[in-house]
């Protein structure tokens, strides 16, 4: 785990005072620290005793390298910070929004087939066992299970630990995750199959309750990390031949967006109202609120062509009782 950023620039009372704030309501606040750690280095690389406009302006430049989005988001997060220290000192500067780049249109969520998924698990029970990672293949296949039938986010397939598997209760425990919030996330009885499975396989490793679910390396408690385990994931895109209509990978995390789909698709086609699904789904998923879950009923087209088809059956049932099998 590395280090928190020493802050010493004359922002430095105020941007601890803020991530503190934002840390006592529960956020990771990781990344803003990370941005205002880089803010602070240009702060005293450049001599600066007062945060302006120009000063702003100046520090923005060194984000060139970034995406526009990115730039924006971490433009934003300064910002933030301004708008905080306004609540003490009514002239401090705060960036004007209307000067950032432009958000740009956000890349739409890759959407697996149950096929592909099924040729994803295929393809992870070939791949080679190496020295420093002697279950390759099995835990890059209860990964694939995991991520896409469980919803889980990849950083916190990488932190579960054995004893956070409960076979008798069928869940998972996912210990503060995004947000700081715990949750229990009930598995289906093919995932089980693929845990207990996978447990069997990797009993010769170590087995303490506290040693990692996806462990790489032979005679050492050490887990993959998330970059490894995504690079793997993304092998396997490529071996499948999975691609985007743009020619892209898919994302990791498009495997957990596909998840919440599947089970929006298979409420709507059982008869299930899925409005009503959203608060289990995103307390399953970890949302901090409906709001981000229903972003899949609204934007993903599998979602508002299966709500087209069950209107269309209903209202031909409506018009034409005989044809449907129902009645008025």
């Not at 919030?181 to 499975?197: I, N, Q, T």
């Amino acid at each position: 785990m590395s280090a928190a950023p020493i802050f010493q620039s004359v922002l430095s009372p105020a941007i601890v005072a803020w991530i503190e704030f934002k840390r006592a309501l529960g956020c990771r606040f990781r990344t803003e620290a990370a941005v205002l750690a880089d803010l602070d280095r240009f702060l005293i690389a450049q001599g600066i005793d007062a945060l302006t406009a120009e000063d702003f302006a100046a520090w923005s430049l060194t984000l060139s390298r970034l995406a526009p989005r990115v730039r924006r988001q971490q433009m934003h997060i300064v910002r933030n910070l301004c708008l905080h220290r306004r609540r003490t000192d009514p002239l401090c500067f705060v960036p004007d929004p209307q000067g950032f780049p432009a958000p740009g249109p956000s890349r739409r969520p890759f959407i697996f087939s149950k096929e592909q998924i099924g040729a994803l698990l295929h393809e992870a029970t070939r791949l080679p066992a190496t020295f420093s990672s002697p279950l390759r293949a099995e835990a890059h296949r209860l990964a694939v299970a995991l991520l896409y039938a469980a919803g889980l986010r990849d950083g916190e397939l990488v932190r579960l630990a054995i004893s956070d598997y409960d076979p008798r209760r069928r869940t998972l425990l996912v210990r503060e995750s995004k947000f700081r919030k715990s949750r229990l996330v009930a598995l289906a009885e093919g995932v089980v199959r693929e845990v207990d499975h996978y447990l069997a396989v990797r009993r010769h490793l170590p087995h303490g309750i506290d040693a990692p679910l996806l462990a790489n390396a032979q005679g050492r408690r050490q887990a993959y990390s998330r970059d490894g385990l995504a690079r793997g994931i993304r092998c396997l895109f490529c071996a499948v031949g999975i691609q985007s209509a743009s020619g892209d990978l898919p994302r990791v995390q498009d495997l957990r967006h596909t998840h919440a789909v599947h089970m929006l698709l298979h409420w709507y086609r059982a008869g299930f109202d899925a409005q009503s699904k959203l608060p289990a789904l995103a307390a399953s998923m970890g949302h901090v609120s409906v709001t981000s879950t229903a972003y899949y009923l609204t934007l993903l087209e599998p979602i508002a062509e299966a709500a087209s088809q069950r209107f269309a059956h209903h209202a031909r049932t409506i018009l034409n009782p005989e044809e449907g099998g129902g009645h008025v």
